[in-house]
């Protein structure tokens, strides 16, 4: 692979990061009261449909502990969240999605995909499976 394709490539990474992430700010922001952050800890707790710990999430949505943690606790003052310690690990802290969290989640799922799905538009098509091309 050569220099100059792995440079375009992270420019187009980046270009389309800060685009879907500035849609995602106002869709989700007027449409339903989420930032892409809370948006996107609400969705893997659905997608995992289990309390998750902190580090589980922390993996999940490349936010730092810290940053994180805010997220929760915003999420937690809107009670579409829960937080609590883990019973086999009194240290460890758990966090639960509640019933307006998941109705929340139910409500912003296609604008976020609608936003996706336009931001992601021009990019190129997947490969098939082993990358072979059957005609």
């Not at 270009?15 to 989420?34: I, N, P, Q």
Request: aromatic letters at 4%; one cysteine or more.
């Amino acid at each position: 692979m050569d220099e100059e394709f792995v440079v375009d490539t992270w420019h187009y990474v980046l270009a389309k990061h800060a685009k879907a992430m500035c849609a995602l700010e106002r869709e989700l922001g007027d449409r339903h009261g989420l930032g892409p952050s809370e948006f996107e800890v609400l969705d893997r707790i659905v997608h995992h449909d289990k309390k998750l710990r902190i580090q589980e999430l922390c993996d999940g949505v490349h936010l730092s502990q810290s940053a994180l943690s805010r997220v929760v606790a915003r999420l937690e003052k809107a009670e579409l969240v829960s937080r609590g310690v883990c019973d086999a690990d009194r240290r460890g802290v758990y966090v639960c999605i509640t019933d307006a969290g998941r109705a929340r989640h139910a409500e912003a799922l296609p604008t976020q995909r609608a936003v996706l799905l336009q931001v992601f538009a021009d990019a190129p098509a997947p490969s098939p499976p082993g990358g072979v091309v059957v005609t």
